[in-house]
């Protein structure tokens, strides 16, 4: 399409205008897969210890392909294994895997994403109670909770959108009350979902796999950082009480010492009353 060009000026249409913006998100999206991919990559370069890490992921189609793609973002330090569930809850999800779970250490991380179908069905509440127990149950690992993205096949300020959103919120309080819980928050933006708008998309994918992994190099970053114990500082050094029985003498004269000040009379309160009071016969 020709541009008009009047007085020396480009006049763009609507149209052209729109086609400029969605350019400008493509590359937008495009940046932060881009952007993602290099910090994945320089910080698992700073990552240099030697020991294995298990990492399961559990979750409904949504997770499809994940396990592969985050095999791809972590180094060979990482034993990945995915079970994915399409179509599935909450509750049918989490009593999968068990023998898998149960075998995982705090040197692991377990990833579930799931929820959207419990959503979809009115469930949404019955989803946070399985899995609050659920975290409760498992306490001996590392939980990392994805959350559920927005769905694009419906309105944006639709009921199932705004319930997707207070799901979310109550995955950040529930991981803000159990330190062996985190959540990563999935990107929600139209051009990283397929064309129906209830999937993610390849470059969505790629995205969430890194962060993921940006994620876990994340923790793994704060448990190697180690505390350093402060010694107990006392401004009184200690006495020697053998060679100098002089200091153990005047302590023990400083203890029992008996203070010298004049204390006043206790008032008796009941002669505060003006005038006295008369007892009526009865």
Same mark, same amino acid.
Request: charge should be positive; aromatic fraction near 6%.
């Given at each position: 399409?020709? /541009?008009?060009? %009047?007085?020396?000026?480009?006049?763009?249409? &609507?149209?052209?205008?729109?086609?400029?913006?969605?350019?400008? &998100?493509?590359?937008?999206?495009?940046?932060? @897969?881009?952007?993602?991919?290099?910090?994945?990559?320089?910080?698992?370069?700073?990552?240099? &210890?030697?020991?294995?890490?298990?990492?399961?992921?559990?979750?409904?189609?949504?997770?499809?392909?994940?396990?592969?793609?985050?095999?791809?973002? +972590?180094?060979?330090? $990482?034993?990945?294994?995915?079970? @994915?569930?399409?179509?599935?809850?909450?509750?049918?999800?989490?009593?999968? *895997?068990?023998?898998? @779970?149960?075998?995982?250490?705090?040197?692991?991380? +377990?990833?579930?994403?799931?929820?959207?179908?419990?959503?979809?069905?009115?469930?949404?509440?019955? *989803?946070?109670?399985?899995?609050?127990?659920?975290?409760?149950?498992?306490?001996?690992?590392?939980?990392?909770?994805?959350?559920?993205?927005?769905?694009?096949?419906?309105?944006?300020?639709?009921?199932?959108?705004?319930?997707?959103?207070?799901?979310?919120?109550?995955?950040?309080?529930?991981?803000?009350? $159990?330190?062996?819980?985190?959540?990563?928050?999935? %990107?929600?933006?139209?051009?990283?979902?397929?064309?129906?708008?209830?999937?993610?998309?390849?470059?969505?994918?790629?995205? +969430?796999?890194?962060?993921?992994?940006?994620?876990?190099?994340?923790?793994?970053?704060?448990?190697?950082?180690?505390?350093?114990?402060?010694?107990?500082?006392?401004?009184?050094?200690?006495?020697?009480?053998?060679?100098?029985?002089?200091?153990?003498?005047?302590?023990?004269?400083?203890?029992?010492?008996?203070?010298?000040?004049?204390?006043?009379?206790?008032?008796?309160?009941?002669?505060? $009353?003006?005038?006295?009071?008369?007892?009526? /016969?009865?």
């Amino acid at each position: 399409m020709i /541009p008009t060009t %009047v007085n020396g000026q480009i006049i763009t249409t &609507k149209k052209d205008s729109l086609t400029n913006d969605m350019i400008n &998100k493509q590359d937008h999206t495009y940046n932060l @897969v881009k952007e993602s991919a290099v910090e994945v990559i320089y910080n698992r370069a700073k990552y240099t &210890k030697c020991s294995k890490h298990k990492v399961l992921l559990m979750g409904d189609s949504h997770m499809r392909g994940r396990a592969a793609r985050l095999i791809a973002s +972590l180094d060979t330090h $990482f034993e990945v294994c995915g079970v @994915v569930k399409p179509g599935s809850t909450t509750g049918s999800l989490i009593g999968t *895997a068990k023998e898998e @779970v149960e075998k995982l250490t705090m040197n692991d991380f +377990l990833i579930i994403c799931s929820g959207t179908n419990d959503i979809d069905r009115n469930y949404s509440t019955k *989803a946070l109670k399985n899995i609050t127990n659920f975290i409760k149950n498992v306490n001996h690992t590392n939980i990392i909770l994805v959350s559920v993205p927005n769905r694009y096949d419906v309105k944006e300020y639709t009921y199932i959108n705004s319930t997707i959103r207070s799901f979310n919120s109550k995955l950040l309080k529930l991981s803000k009350l $159990f330190r062996h819980v985190s959540t990563v928050a999935i %990107v929600n933006n139209r051009l990283l979902s397929t064309k129906h708008g209830l999937h993610l998309n390849e470059p969505s994918k790629e995205l +969430l796999s890194n962060q993921i992994a940006l994620h876990i190099l994340s923790l793994l970053d704060k448990a190697s950082l180690n505390p350093i114990p402060l010694g107990w500082h006392d401004n009184n050094p200690p006495i020697d009480t053998v060679n100098n029985p002089t200091c153990s003498n005047n302590q023990e004269q400083a203890a029992s010492r008996n203070s010298i000040r004049s204390r006043k009379i206790p008032i008796t309160r009941s002669n505060d $009353f003006y005038g006295t009071i008369k007892h009526q /016969p009865t």
